[in-house]
């Protein structure tokens, strides 16, 4: 059997003619870049998640690059962040010429430890210069929002919810009230990159404000800065959203629930075949949920108990299992950002992480009897390899 670590054909299958249907309705209408289809789009997803405005950019990373842009970001300013995120959170604080400034995650949910985070801006020498703070809601669940939305009233901080992997994710308040991630912060940025829980056809974005003044320099930014064509305010980017695109993820959108569903369904079987399998006990940890939070499993990764995780991506790949490691160096060790000073040790629980982490196959149309495969793969493997012979590693 092959279970691949993500299958976007199936979902095409299903929504194909759909799908022809819209793209031919764009082609024809010859409005091909922000227009109608993207204006459709933003009001749907500002519904969706209960934020003010959505503004459609190109891609993620745009997103938190004209997010930063928009809280006045500058050379020199701090912005609080997690070296265990993908590139683009950390790249849009340097090209902003800012300094991000790391601290380590929490070694169960692997989102940013808020402890850490009150300790650095209580004790940081150079403390009046951290200006922001970017939480990233990794792997489909949120950070403690209430603990988020204190830190950012106790501090004046700017937030910016980094939720490329996590829309849908929420958290009860403690008024009782659900609430989702990416509307907590000033601001909030999405990526719909193909593989997303919601995945464009290509590359796309967005921005999330309630502040109507933030939300209206995003969509001046995101058009080289003017509100009225050829008058420019700002030297902004061209980081338009295309139509064809935002038609596209409207159909998606509407499976979004559906879809989240079966992801947390999936996470589920695999939760239940693991602990049903004394093999597997104590060999690895797996995501852990709450009863006051979503996840919504856009990964599902394990973290090994010992370093054997090259040894068990091997052996599940000859078995037609596909894995992903996200991520296997943290950026404070990354080379493009050898300038600020990071050293193996700094946050050990980012580099732990990064060596014994493994994503398993997750998207909504996994069958039970993959998710059964893959287990059973498991397994065998960890029958084959007793705890603490780490051999089959130094070979
Ligand atoms: C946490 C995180 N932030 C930002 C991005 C950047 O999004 P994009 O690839 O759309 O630029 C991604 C996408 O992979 C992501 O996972």
């Not at 996590?166 to 958290?171: A, D, K, L, P, R």
């Not at 000033?186 to 939300?215: Q, R, V, Y």
């Not at 693991?274 to 852990?288: N, V």
Request: proline share 4%.
């Amino acid at each position: 059997m092959r279970v691949p670590l993500f299958d976007l054909t199936r979902q095409y299958e299903a929504l194909r003619t759909e799908i022809m249907s819209a793209v031919d309705r764009v082609f024809s209408s010859g409005q091909l870049i922000l227009s109608e289809e993207v204006a459709a789009f933003e009001t749907e997803i500002a519904a969706r998640l209960g934020a003010g405005e959505a503004i459609g950019v190109a891609n993620g990373s745009d997103a938190l690059y004209i997010a930063l842009k928009a809280i006045h970001i500058r050379e020199g300013d701090y912005v609080i962040t997690t070296p265990y995120t993908f590139f683009a959170t950390v790249s849009a604080i340097v090209r902003n010429r800012a300094i991000p400034l790391f601290t380590d995650i929490d070694p169960i949910t692997m989102n940013i430890d808020l402890d850490q985070v009150e300790h650095l801006l209580q004790t940081h020498p150079q403390r009046h210069r951290i200006k922001a703070f970017i939480p990233v809601h990794l792997f489909g669940q949120t950070c403690d929002l209430d603990r988020l939305a204190s830190i950012r009233s106790v501090y004046g901080l700017r937030v910016i919810e980094d939720i490329a992997q996590s829309i849908g994710s929420t958290w009860i308040d403690k008024a009782g009230r659900v609430r989702h991630s990416g509307t907590v912060g000033d601001l909030g940025t999405l990526s719909f990159f193909p593989t997303k829980n919601l995945g464009a056809f290509g590359d796309a974005g967005m921005i999330l404000s309630s502040d109507p003044e933030l939300a209206t320099f995003c969509r001046s930014f995101r058009v080289h800065g003017s509100k009225e064509r050829y008058f420019h305010d700002e030297i902004g980017v061209n980081s338009r959203l295309d139509e064809v695109q935002a038609a596209i993820l409207r159909i998606k959108n509407r499976r979004l629930d559906e879809w989240t569903e079966k992801r947390i369904t999936n996470a589920g079987i695999y939760h239940r075949l693991f602990s049903d399998q004394k093999e597997l006990s104590g060999r690895f940890a797996y995501p852990r949920t709450y009863r006051d939070r979503r996840h919504i499993f856009h990964q599902y990764v394990i973290v090994l108990q010992e370093d054997r995780r090259e040894a068990l991506k091997t052996f599940l790949n000859q078995n037609g299992i596909g894995t992903s490691i996200y991520y296997p160096l943290p950026l404070h060790l990354q080379k493009c950002f050898a300038f600020l000073g990071g050293r193996p040790g700094d946050f050990p629980v980012s580099e732990l992480a990064a060596k014994r982490s493994l994503a398993l196959p997750m998207f909504p149309e996994l069958t039970e009897e993959e998710i059964g495969y893959v287990a059973d793969r498991m397994n065998t493997f960890f029958r084959q390899h007793p705890a603490n012979d780490t051999s089959d590693e130094k070979e």
